[in-house]
């Protein structure tokens, strides 16, 4: 094989009327450079904004949830949180939530429709929004709660105020059937950074929830977070086999499924369509090659007349093919994943933050898409290496030297 690399190295850099050779491998090698840095960065981009999506989804939701498909409720919700934990140890919180419409009333009389929930404020789980309030504190105390930065502007409500809570539960009172009144103190106010949550949800304790709905020793639902994420299919599928059939559980990728499908067809359509400029460079390594081994026949006729076998005049022009292949990728490689470093370090692409919930799109560089971009590259220059080789190998010495 040393032979073999040693010509190929030569037929690369050297020889007679190398410039135009070395010009079209030259074109082969950027070509192929620029398509794989392509397809890096533009991977690295899309797992950025699918990662900072499904953050902000899973800091509203959780990684797997149970409620009673019936919709009244979970009575006994205590017993199901003790088997969870026991029986499952992929389980990192579990969270019993009391969940209800309701209209807040501000200070100024502004009024709002809202979303109550009422936590478990000592399982929090992933709700780092919860655990970094942007002012005052959870609200720990009776009738207390605390609101999304969007609706706690648009009601004019702030840390230390007051609010008045209707709640569709009717009461009985001399002038017939009334909407329940209820009044709460704000004891702080939260960012999450997604614009649903921080517009429409109002967060209190879960006695307080529970007695705001009339829901007693029940709860809406149950959160469940998880160690890995990614494993919420399989760990859903054995609490349905635990669980009465009454108990509905589903994941976090069944709850956003019509979302992450359209991410992940994004990034495959994405991930051919960018494929194809690797294709097309690769069309340069095939033209360059075919292109020496008309101008070298003459030294292929000399090298098989002194014992050389097609075989090896084959791996010449492979081997040369696969140097342009390994030089490409490995140079789109580092330009790919130098500028995701740079776009991350100066923040360059910069989005609207009122519209997508964060001021840039981070550069997420994923092992598996790496190393899935630079196998499709080495394979598709190896491959275009195949009928040049096979045409060198083809070479008659008869014909090859009768003009010499």
């Known amino acids: ?128 929004w919860l655990k970094k309030l942007k002012r005052g504190r959870l609200p720990f105390k009776k009738n207390e709660m605390i609101l999304g930065s969007e609706i706690a502007s648009r009601v004019s409500l702030f840390e230390g105020s007051s609010c008045k809570i209707f709640t569709p539960t009717p009461v009985l009172s001399p002038s017939g059937l009334l909407p329940s009144l209820k009044k709460f103190k704000i004891s702080g106010v939260f960012h999450s950074g997604l614009y649903e949550i921080d517009n429409s949800t109002v967060v209190t304790n879960l006695a307080t929830a529970q007695k705001l709905f009339g829901m007693r020793d029940k709860v809406s639902f149950i959160q469940v977070y998880l160690k890995d994420m990614f494993a919420a299919e399989q760990v859903a599928a054995r609490m349905r086999d635990v669980f009465p059939v009454r108990l509905q559980v589903s994941t976090w990728m069944d709850l956003n499924a019509s979302l992450y499908t359209a991410l992940k067809l994004e990034k495959t359509i994405l991930f051919f369509t960018l494929t194809l400029i690797i294709v097309v460079a690769s069309l340069n390594i095939i033209a360059g090659l075919i292109l020496l081994v008309i101008q070298k026949i003459k030294d292929i006729g000399i090298l098989l007349s002194y014992g050389a076998t097609p075989k090896i005049i084959k791996r010449i022009f492979f081997i040369q093919g696969s140097i342009i292949g390994i030089i490409g990728t490995a140079l789109g490689v580092v330009i790919g994943l130098v500028f995701c470093a740079l776009a991350n370090r100066f923040e360059l692409i910069k989005i609207p933050a009122e519209i997508y919930q964060m001021s840039y799109v981070p550069f997420n560089v994923n092992l598996f898409d790496l190393l899935s971009v630079v196998l499709v590259s080495l394979l598709i220059s190896f491959t275009a290496t195949l009928i040049p080789s096979r045409k060198a190998a083809s070479v008659n010495v008869i014909e090859a030297l009768k003009n010499e």
């Open 1 to 128: 094989m040393k032979f073999e690399f040693f010509v190929a190295r030569r037929y690369l850099v050297k020889g007679r009327k190398k410039s135009f050779i070395s010009v079209i491998s030259l074109v082969s090698i950027i070509g192929i450079a620029i398509g794989v840095a392509a397809l890096i960065i533009a991977l690295t981009l899309i797992n950025g904004f699918q990662g900072d999506i499904r953050n902000k989804i899973l800091s509203s939701t959780s990684h797997i949830m149970i409620n009673n498909i019936i919709g009244e409720g979970m009575a006994g919700y205590e017993d199901v949180t003790e088997v969870i934990k026991e029986k499952f140890g992929e389980v990192t919180a579990v969270s019993p939530i009391v969940s209800g419409a309701v209209l807040i009333k501000g200070s100024s009389r502004n009024t709002s429709g809202a979303v109550v929930w009422g936590l478990d404020l000592d399982t929090v789980g992933d709700k780092e």
